[in-house]
């Protein structure tokens, strides 16, 4: 190269550094010192809020404003013992990773495949296990036949439960899709499947994060909701030793995806069956006087019921007594021996709801006997059939709401009214402070808008992520507080 060319090379290259320079400085002239939402690794963040923005338009989400003030502190380390949107941040990009979705899709959709009735959810229980295995989380099996509790975190006090109910229902599925349930007549009809997958996406996010987990998380994932009282059953093995405080969530069609729905106090009613077997004495029905009528006494005691609820409770205080059927026999010319009516009871607190079950007991007996009758009511304890209410703690229920306002936005949190359906939920809420939640699975366009028990329910599956990180932020941030 001759001295010409070697000048000329040197005044490009001092050239070169002094525009690359100027442009640098240039570009941070017009840029934050830190780095935007949208241009860093988590840049799928907002995805997730616009995803959920999507589903439910006229709800936009307060999580972008405090996105923008806090965005400079992304990255640097928080120990999220206060929280902050960056805690939220960091639950929610773990819960929306695509292989995450995925896989937990993936889950939900084998346990759809393959329901199991209350009692005999074997194949679930042990798809779990394996999920946990996996994971390097421990736990404790069988409970209550094929119940596990697990726990993740630091084996110490706190500890905080959340629970997944894992059973089917004996329905017939009407949806025609690609993950149809395998089996005839049984169904997972009321989104168990998908309970039991968030909880198992919720695992993982918390095994992620356990080192800033300052107490235990206990996961528990139960048989027999739907029948059996399982809840009860999974008591009596140790589910809630040690356990201050217990979190659940069920999906529900009333409510956009991703909307979380609760109240303080009463959420769902207890629920309870009778059977009462009315006895007179059988006579021809032309000589009436030669019989002890039980139709007629059976007859007053239905009417008498009816001023239970009418006459003897507060109109403020919702309760139920329905008489659902009534038995005598078809012969048409003989008055019958017995006569067997039944029903059902519901209320929200459990003093009124055993004040029911008594007051049903009194009312049969005694009108049984103002016709000379003898009577015998039968509630099916034994059977496991009575649920008492579900009633939610006013600190637990203060939990979920800024839990899922924090992560999700204000307009994806409303209080419902109570309702009148029965969860057994409620075995755990009686002893020690709880509050049950539900998750929308609404999406119209999905076809995602039939109620719960209908051979045509499904549900809309971009909530399962969304469902995992709320219940892990649930956790987390209860310890976090707590601890
Ligand atoms: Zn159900
Ligand atoms: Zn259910």
Known sequence: MNPLNQYVL?????????????????????????????????????????????????????????????SCSRGSPTSCKIWDVTCSEAVLGLARKPDNVEWIKGLRRKIHENP???????????????????MEIDYRYPLAKTGIRAWIGTG???FVAIRADMDALPIQEGVEWEHKSKVPGKMHACGHDAHVAMLVGAAKILKNREHLLKGTVILLFQPAEEAGNGAKRMIGDGALENVEAIFAVHVSHEHPTATIGSRTGPLLAGCGFFRAVISGRKG????????????????????SLQGIVSRESNPLDSQVVSVTSFN?????????????IGGTFRAFSNASFYNLLQRIQEVVVEQAGVFRCSATVDFFENDSTIYPPTVNDDRMYEHVKKVATDLLGPQNFRV????????????????VPAAFYYIGVRNETLGSIHTGHS?????????????????????????????
Do not use: W
């Open 416 to 431: 419902v009214p109570p309702m009148m359906g029965a969860e057994d939920f409620s075995f755990y809420t009686q002893i």
């Open 284 to 303: 021809l029905a032309s000589n009436p006087h030669h019989s002890v009528d039980p139709i007629l006494a059976a007859s007053a005691a239905v009417i």
């Open 328 to 340: 005598g026999g078809s012969n048409l010319n003989m008055i019958p021996d017995t006569v067997i």
């Open 156 to 158: 110490g006090p706190p």
């Open 10 to 70: 040197f005044l490009s290259l001092i050239f070169s550094l002094f525009f690359v320079n100027s442009f640098l400085v240039f570009v941070n002239s017009i840029s934050p010192t830190c780095s935007s939402p949208s241009s860093d690794n988590n840049n799928e963040y907002p995805a997730v809020f616009d995803a959920i923005a999507s589903i439910n338009p006229k709800a936009p989400l307060n999580a972008g404003k405090n996105r923008t003030s806090s």
């Open 116 to 134: 199991e009735l209350a009692f005999e959810e074997y194949e679930t229980s042990k798809l779990i296990r394996t999920e946990l295995d996996r």
């Open 455 to 483: 051979p045509y329910f499904m549900i809309d599956e971009d909530v399962l992520p969304i469902g995992a990180a709320v219940h892990a932020s649930i956790a987390e941030r209860y310890l976090n507080e707590h601890g």
